[in-house]
């Protein structure tokens, strides 16, 4: 078992001690998606969804979330970022693409800030459009590309693992 960081040769948990790690700066962005109706993605599009604006209220969320990550993740350590950034795109008339940036000068990664971030981004725009497209999905929550510390530079698609 003591292969894996937060937990001892004992098995029991703990938390990973980053004391003598390095400070560089840290990198990570991190995607999901919603699928939905082409109407619902029309009304949020025109901003005529009756709650507002969607876009605006899913990225405040995302980055409101991503400060929070130490707080909702047992063991993640708090961090002060530097920047988080959510932004949205849409590859198909039934698609919100979001992908959230975080970068943080710290002695462990935003990983986790950065999953947090396009997560409940996500989860904000179900929550906004729920009363006209019950049938929504949110689907491929994932690591895109994280930089700084030990373990090297990942990239999707060219790690050879994923």
Do not use: W
Request: glycine share 8%; aromatic share 4%; with cysteine.
């Amino acid at each position: 078992m003591s292969e894996f960081t937060h937990i001892n040769p004992s098995g029991e948990i703990r938390m990973v001690d980053v004391g003598g790690k390095e400070i560089t700066l840290r990198k990570a962005r991190a995607s999901a998606c919603v699928r939905m109706k082409a109407s619902t993605l029309q009304k949020i599009q025109e901003g005529a969804i009756a709650k507002g604006s969607v876009l605006e209220t899913a990225r405040l969320a995302g980055i409101m979330a991503a400060k929070q990550t130490g707080a909702l993740i047992p063991l993640c350590h708090p961090l002060p970022l530097d920047v988080v950034s959510v932004r949205f795109d849409f590859p198909d008339p039934t698609t919100v693409a979001i992908e959230a940036e975080v970068r943080a000068t710290a002695r462990t990664g935003v990983e986790m800030e950065a999953l947090v971030a396009a997560s409940v981004a996500a989860l904000t725009v179900y929550d906004m459009c729920k009363s006209l497209d019950r049938a929504m999905v949110i689907d491929r929550v994932q690591l895109e590309e994280k930089s700084g510390g030990r373990s090297g530079h990942f990239v999707r698609g060219h790690s050879g693992t994923d």
